[in-house]
């Protein structure tokens, strides 16, 4: 989906942008890190919504969780649809800015009905590693399914605690009941 980040709620928020889709990435392209690349689809509220939840700010007192915290957007959905290596190439991209900024965790609302097993891990060997690979340099992964998927459980585990100097990151969302082709 992607953050609007011209949302009054959510002005300044955003530090970071990336694009990883067939073709639909900002002048045609199929990824693309230049500004104004995290822009949502046509139609595609889901992240700005999530985002201001997480980070949100107005000065009249209105705010998300962590209205302090900066976010990152990356695209990956055209639409309904994205492909599971272009959420490992948004994944990879979290990890390469691990330095550049104070990431504390990455927001994947994806909603699709892939995994049906208890247990992801071998559903989808590509997706844990790239888990585990954020979980190392200390940035959780929070997963988040459409209700109609059944259970999905990563043996990846996090104990989270308050770390307000902490970045957000916020990633990869999608619509309730969308699933990935791939």
Known sequence: DGIDKTHPFLAGKVVSE???????????????????????????????????????????????????????????????????????????????LKDRYNIAAVNLSLGFDYYTSSTCNGTSPAMTAAIKQLKASGIASIVARSWSSGPCLLSTRWKITRRPSRLAIYSCTAQPHTEIGM
């Open 18 to 96: 990336a694009c990883y889709t067939d073709r639909n990435c900002p002048g045609g392209s199929s990824s693309s890190t230049a500004p104004g690349s995290g822009l949502p689809c046509r139609g595609c509220e889901h992240g700005t919504h999530v985002a201001g939840i997480a980070a949100g700010f107005l000065p009249s007192g209105l705010s998300g969780v962590g209205p302090g915290a900066q976010l990152i957007s990356i695209r990956i959905f055209a639409g309904d649809t994205a492909r599971l290596s272009d959420l490992l190439m948004a994944m990879e991209r979290v990890h390469a």
